[in-house]
Each structure stands twice: as structure tokens, then as C-alpha cells.
């Protein structure tokens, strides 16, 4: 009876044994890669990547991406270079600059997003037949000096033949999050804002847009990810898989409409409605914003330089085949 009672305790110990070592082989193989994001805004001007969150893209691609909000490119970069970031979303320039400082780890971009600037010029009044010329005479709460949105607005500024600061008065002083609040107090004639901010002020009725930047400016590499260099050689793997999961956003926003896209996205905008984020993304989609692949080209490359050194903020022209890695790009393309 002993040998019995002895062996049924060993199969019972056997069989849990057995169980363990599944579960833990299983928890193994779907154990997630922790990746931290910081974005320079939240914005539905990202939506392909708040797509690729909201369907478990980045998950099916065995990345666990913690996302936090740097509110402006340098705190961004700042993030990215400390450490407390392993990737960030951020404009081109910031990159550049860090190049230009002659940082040896300087960050590298290995995908872009966006391909428009994603701003739009909002007016006091409603101004159905709006032009550049417009603005001249009037004062424009910009960006911050050396930022890709007040870049992008001295380049179109000066392609309309208007002079900043001489023609009209820029308003450079307002931190980002307080421009919006700063124009609704009486500041300013125009204000450059960011969707959904752009929208929530004409939905409030405390301005009109007017205008957009990305139609304006032409297609620019506006926003993209980087890493540090050291970052992208010791984690490909990750590197690659975040692209893969990126791409699939971009696939997604491109084959489905924008009402379709506001219903995913719209955990990401608690404060807003579908039918508000319908609005919002269809402007973006007929401005062709968002890029059909991650593929960052040399044409976009030489454009963005152009225009800092038409803003005076290129200290040096920076090679492409320096900053901008193509690899996994061009392997998580379908």
C-alpha cells in the first residue's frame, strides 16, 4: 500500500513539475521587450502610431511601448540622450543639432512618420479667402526659435515674400502648451497650433483655421524616430520590430477611413468625441500627412536643411548617410 501511496505522489509531483515548467517556458516565449517612447506632443497627428498602439502592433511584434510626452523636441532629445527614453518621436532638427554639437552618440533617425508639417494658422476671424499676405501688418503667436514648427512658418513666411519681425510681428515667448490660451486671452492676431487644438478653438468658437502649414511647405520629414547610435547597434532586434509595427500603423491609416481610424484612436483622446477626431483626421488624410512607408529619403533630408539654413539655424550641413539609417525601413516595407 506505501509503494502505491508513494507512487501516485510521485506522478501527482511529476504531473505539477510538468505544468510549471510549461507555464514558465510559456510566459518565456511571451515575455514582452519593454521600450520606452517619449513623443515630443500627443497629437492625432500621430495616429498611425496611436493605431499601432490601440490594435497591438507593437505586442505582435513582442514590444511592451510605455509612452511619455516631452513637450518640445528638445525635452524630447533631452530624454532620448539621458536615457530616460530609448526611443523618441521627434522633428529632424533636433537630431541635427546634436550632430552639429559633435556629440559621439548622437542620435540617429531610423523612421519617419509624418511628411507634413501638422500646424495650421488659426485667425481671430473667419477668413474664407485667405492668403500669406494676410498676415502682414498682423502679429502670429509662433514656435519656439529653432523648432521645426516656427521653422516650417518662417519658411513658408519667406516663400510668400513676407520678412518675419519686419513685415509682421512673430511672437516667439509662449511655451507650447500656452499658446492656444495665450491667443483665447487676446494675444495675437494668428496662432500656430497643432490638431486637436487648432479644431477644439474653432469648436469653441475662439478662432478660425485658415490655413495649413503642411499644405504650405510641401512634404518635409517633420516628425520621425530616433535612437541613440549606441541604442540601435545593441538592440536591432527591437529597432526592427518597432519599425515593423509602425509601417503596419501607416498600412492601416492608409486602407481605412477616417471615421474608421477615429474609433481606434479615440482612447488616446478622452477630452474629444469620434466626430470630432473624423474632422480632425480627414484634414490630415487630404493633405497627404502621414507616409505610405518609413523609408526616410535623401530628397526630405536636404529640404528640412534648406529650410533651417533659410532660418539661420544651420551651423553646418549634416551628410545623410550620417544621421538617417534606411535598413529597417527597407525590410518592414510590404
Known amino acids: 500500500m506505501k509503494k502505491c501511496k508513494s507512487a501516485i505522489a510521485l506522478f501527482l509531483t511529476g504531473i505539477l513539475s510538468f505544468s510549471l515548467f510549461t507555464a514558465c517556458s510559456k510566459n518565456q516565449e511571451t515575455a514582452l521587450v519593454p521600450v520606452r517612447l517619449n513623443e515630443v506632443v500627443h497629437s492625432v497627428f500621430y495616429a498611425p502610431q496611436y493605431v499601432a498602439q490601440e490594435l497591438g502592433f507593437f505586442e505582435e511584434q513582442g514590444l511592451d511601448v510605455s509612452v511619455s510626452i516631452g513637450q518640445g523636441a528638445d525635452k524630447s532629445m533631452t530624454a532620448l540622450l539621458s536615457d530616460s527614453a530609448d526611443i523618441a518621436l521627434l522633428g529632424t532638427e533636433a537630431g541635427i543639432y546634436v550632430y552639429n554639437e559633435g556629440k559621439e552618440d548622437y542620435p540617429l533617425a531610423f523612421a519617419q512618420l509624418t511628411q507634413r508639417a501638422g500646424n495650421f494658422i488659426v485667425s481671430r476671424e473667419p477668413e474664407p479667402n485667405f492668403k500669406w499676405t494676410d498676415v502682414k501688418g498682423k502679429s502670429v503667436i509662433g514656435g519656439r526659435i529653432g523648432g521645426m514648427p516656427e521653422l516650417v512658418l518662417e519658411y513658408v513666411l519667406k516663400q510668400n515674400g513676407i520678412t518675419p519681425n519686419e513685415d509682421m510681428e512673430l511672437i516667439n515667448n509662449i ?30 468658437n475662439n478662432g478660425y483655421i485658415v490655413a495649413s502649414l503642411g499644405t504650405a511647405s510641401g512634404y518635409v520629414p517633420y516628425t520621425v524616430y530616433m535612437a541613440t547610435s549606441a541604442y540601435i547597434e545593441q538592440n536591432p532586434d527591437v529597432i526592427q520590430k518597432f519599425t515593423n509595427a509602425i509601417q503596419k500603423g501607416q498600412t492601416w491609416v492608409k486602407e481605412h477611413s477616417s471615421a474608421e481610424i477615429a474609433e481606434v484612436i479615440l482612447p488616446q483622446f478622452p477630452d474629444s468625441d469620434k466626430e470630432t477626431l473624423t474632422i480632425i483626421i480627414d ?23 534648406d529650410i533651417m539654413e533659410q532660418g539661420g539655424e544651420l551651423s553646418g550641413r549634416v551628410p545623410y548617410e550620417d544621421m538617417i539609417v534606411t535598413t529597417f525601413s527597407e525590410k518592414a516595407m510590404p
Do not use: H, M
Not at 178 to 184: C, E, H, K, L, Y
Not at 189 to 194: I, L, N, Q, R, S
Not at 287 to 302: A, I, M, S, V, Y
Open 283 to 305: 484634414r490630415y488624410k487630404q493633405q497627404d500627412t502621414w507616409k505610405e512607408n518609413t523609408l526616410f529619403d535623401k530628397d526630405g533630408f536636404t529640404l528640412i536643411q
Open 175 to 204: 511655451s507650447y502648451t500656452s499658446t492656444s490660451g495665450a491667443f483665447v486671452g487676446n494675444i495675437g492676431d494668428y496662432t500656430v497650433e497643432f490638431e486637436p487644438t487648432a479644431t477644439a478653438l474653432e469648436q469653441q
